[in-house]
């Protein structure tokens, strides 16, 4: 199972990124994927899920309306388009899913600062 994690950066408080997590080693149409982020002396943080179809999604309270978790099975990726960041925001940001045990990819950075 591999996971890899891009589009983090830098950015300007109210700007947006979007990142992708592209998958390998499974079959990703079956699994729910979610994003997590882990901030600077902060414990890692749930963001955001989205069932195997897409036809779900959950988001944490500090980023709905702002935040937008999809994927495209024929491309075994998920995204998430982060709009409206906060400084709050910066983290590492962390895709995974679950399969008999928590498998998470590297992490991709995201900096919002002036």
């Known amino acids: 199972v591999q996971l890899v994690e891009s589009g983090g950066g830098l950015v300007q408080p109210g700007g947006s990124l979007r990142l992708s997590c592209a998958v390998s080693g499974f079959t990703f149409s079956f699994y729910r994927m979610s994003w997590y982020r882990q901030a600077p002396g902060k414990e890692r943080e749930w963001v955001a899920t989205?069932?195997?179809?897409?036809?779900?999604?959950n988001y944490a309270d500090s980023v709905k309306g702002r935040f937008t978790i999809s994927r495209d099975n024929a491309k075994n990726t998920v995204y998430l388009q982060m709009n409206t960041l906060k400084p709050e925001d910066t983290a590492v940001y962390y895709c995974?899913?679950?399969?008999?045990?928590?498998?998470w990819g590297q992490g991709t950075q995201v900096t919002v600062s002036l």
């Open positions: 995974t899913v679950y399969i008999t045990r928590r498998y």
């Open positions: 989205i069932t195997p179809a897409g036809g779900s999604t």
